[in-house]
T-cell receptor, first 110, second 110 residues
Framework: SQTIHQWPATLVQPVGSPLSLECTVE??????LYWYRQAAGRGLQLLFY??????ISSEVPQNLSASRPQDRQFILSSKKLLLSDSGFYLC?????????FGQGTRLTVV | GEDVEQSLFLSVREGDSSVINCTYT??????LYWYKQEPGAGLQLLTY?????DMKQDQRLTVLLNKKDKHLSLRIADTQTGDSAIYFC??????????FGKGTSLLVTP
């Protein structure tokens, strides 16, 4: 079965520092991969999705970027974090029909 | 994007049935999903239904779909305290990322 590994689980970073969140997938090849952000109001906002290596689509303009250097690896990055980047970040991958999620990263920018 | 709407809170007594409702606007939705999120964790797929079905039952869970009204519901029979969580309704139009509602917080009281 498909498994999403995401790390770290929690992260506290100062404003202006860089960010790198990593997500890897097991149990499938050539998955579609996604980064979601869950803000305080609990809504899930799609940030990026990728249908293959090097293919990234951005849903919203923001301070973040994503990369997919390998088929099963998806990375969320920032060069300089803002306070508004705080939130809960979820990596997801799609199986035949549904999406499977990682356990999430709680990012606090201070 | 298309809208998915849910009520934000639901409180039920242990042993009663819970019904969580969801409406969506995309008439071309192919799959509809229910995800469960426990505190600080990722989303866990509970069940999903194809848009050409009107009901799906899986142990204590029953999903009803009224495609004409674009209304989806999740019924949890014999609700337990361990069912307390946030429940997300989501829809997708095959091959694309899921579009989520804001989630319904279910509180089960003894």
């Amino acid at each position: 079965s498909q498994t999403i590994h995401q790390w770290p689980a929690t992260l506290v970073q100062p404003v202006g520092s860089p960010l790198s969140l990593e997500c890897t997938v097991e149990g499938t090849s050539n998955p579609n991969l996604y980064w979601y952000r869950q803000a305080a109001g609990r809504g899930l906002q799609l940030l990026f999705y990728s249908v293959g290596i090097g293919q990234i689509s951005s849903e919203v303009p923001q301070n973040l970027s994503a990369s997919r250097p390998q088929d099963r690896q998806f990375i969320l990055s920032s060069k300089k974090l803002l306070l508004s980047d705080s939130g809960f970040y979820l990596c997801a991958g799609t199986g035949e029909t549904e999406a499977f999620f990682g356990q999430g990263t709680r990012l606090t920018v201070v | 994007g298309e809208d998915v709407e849910q009520s934000l809170f639901l409180s039920v007594r242990e042993g009663d049935s819970s019904v969580i409702n969801c409406t969506y606007t995309d008439s071309s939705s192919t799959y509809l999903y229910w995800y469960k999120q426990e505190p600080g964790a990722g989303l866990q797929l509970l069940t999903y239904i194809f848009s050409n079905m009107d009901m799906k039952q899986d142990q204590r869970l029953t999903v009803l779909l009224n495609k004409k009204d674009k209304h989806l519901s999740l019924r949890i029979a014999d609700t337990q305290t361990g069912d307390s969580a946030i429940y997300f309704c989501a829809e997708s139009n095959s091959g694309y990322a899921l579009n989520f509602g804001k989630g319904t917080s279910l509180l089960v009281t003894p």
